[in-house]
């Protein structure tokens, strides 16, 4: 097949921002499709459209909770970007973005540095290998403290971050960022929404402590990188290429995380943030290979970025388009996929017809006559896909290694306010939990009720506010059966809360959990054991 790629597999980046709420993960993704070229008006978040924020009521909430994914170009590299939701209800969402994409940006407040949803999303980021790089947002605020920002990363994630920029200022008198490794400073023009910038020389007086940091800066990369270690020793000078090309390396392996400085609304810093995504983060080709299963044989394959390979994907988002319908996102491991042909569902084991690809832009969204491998585009006409299934060629079915879905942690029973609806709840309950796999309904088989449960109490009520939206149904909500949702920790057991335990069950509190049998086979791994679930009935200890 002819090869009509329009970005090579190198220059293109399937990237997550990911962000405690409120840390300015939306607005910096509609900054950074605005100087991707796609949208042409900067609207504030919170009081206009937002680009990612598809559905009504993420804006009136002011929170994300989709996982679209928008497809950006940036000086010749294709940019896909896949949202990920910083509210802890949906870290699930979170789990099921990491999955598919190949590195990330972390955004912070650099008033209040990392904070604690920072710390979840980090750390599921760290259980995928995911490469990051931070960005110091919103400067411009009061309080904010860009060396207290990196050095929370230190302090509260462990991880090995390094300015590679200096801020010069701070609040209202952040004016730009001095590059540590060219040593220049891009100094803003306020007025020009952020489109402008004079790069000059290091103004004088920072020249001193600029020198500093990047003798630090190089320094720390030349720890995690062997190459870079010997000239370091040998007191010979690294040029910035290598500087640069070190950064890349140990980012890449997750033991460097770089970190840049900006605002976001302000419009500084986004481009040169865009410019590390493309410098610092992994191609499709710079990941480890997929891993995948023949289901008859049960023998592994790699699956490497490549198009002269069978076709091999994961679906990993099911969304409704209100005008076009089901959309199954999937990234594309191997092969390449055109529309209107035939894909084997091989978790279901069913065949399936591709009707259209459209990529989306925060703007529009194109037909593509087919997307190739490290690419991501929603396909319409998968009727039996959901999140996690795996998409392969008709002749090679593969399991590609899916995602985890936890159990629900709380559920309330549902009904409609005119019983003539139950019928129609029913079926947007249906609909509802294909998309969303940490979202089920079920029918309780005593009362008839109609149960829903899901990962918290947002949760849920995004939920029934969609039924009531997307399918005019009215429903009330009984009052929520919260289950435990906590880590065990050690303390926890010096405490006296963790009261026994037998053959790998625990009662903690007043329910029974499950916990892990660590290595030695003699004790137990408690800060291993998460209550994620709902306590499964037989482990609830009866009342008489
Ligand atoms: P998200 O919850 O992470 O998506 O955060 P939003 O992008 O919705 O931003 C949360 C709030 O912070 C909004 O009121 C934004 O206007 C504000 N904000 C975002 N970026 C900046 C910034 O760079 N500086 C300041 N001062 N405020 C910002």
Known sequence: MANTREFPLEKTRNIGIMAHIDAGKTTLTERILYYTGKIHKIGETHDGASQMDWMAQEQERGITITSAATTAEWKNNRINIIDTPGHVDFTIEVERSLRVLDGAIAVLDAQAGV??????????????????????????????????????????????????????????????????????????????????????????????????????????????????????????????????????????????????????????GVQMLMDAVVDYLPSPVDVKPYTATDPETGEEEDLVAGDDKDFAALAFKVATDPYVGRLTFIRVYTGTLESGSYVLNATKDKRERVGRLLQMHSNQQNEIPEVFSGDIAAAIGLKNTTTGDSLTAVDHPLHLESMVFPDPVIQVAVEPKTKADQDKMNNALQKLSEEDPSFRAETNPETGETLISGMGELHLDIIVDRMRREFKVDATVGAPQVAYRETITKSAQVEGRFIRQSGGKGQYGDVWIEFTPNETGKGYEFEDAIVGGVVPREYIPSVD
Request: negative net charge.
């Open 115 to 268: 904070e604690p949803q920072t710390e979840t999303v980090w750390r599921q980021a760290s259980t995928y290998d995911v490469p990051r790089i931070v960005f110091v947002n919103k400067m411009d605020k009061l309080g904010a403290d860009f060396d207290f920002s990196v050095d929370s990363i230190g302090d509260r994630l462990q991880a090995n971050a390094h300015a590679i920029q200096m801020p010069i200022g701070a609040e209202d008198d952040f004016e730009g960022v001095i590059d540590l490794i060219e040593m220049k400073a891009d100094l803003y023009d306020e007025d020009a929404l952020g489109t402008e910038w004079d790069t000059v020389d290091v103004p004088e007086e920072y020249l001193a402590e600029a020198q500093k940091r990047r003798d630090a800066l190089v320094e720390a990369v030349a720890e995690s990188d062997d190459a870079l270690m010997e000239k370091y020793l040998n007191g010979e000078e690294i040029s910035k290429d290598e500087l640069k090309a070190g950064i890349r390396r140990a980012t890449l392996t997750n033991d460097f995380f770089p970190v840049l400085a900006g605002s976001a609304y302000k419009n500084k």
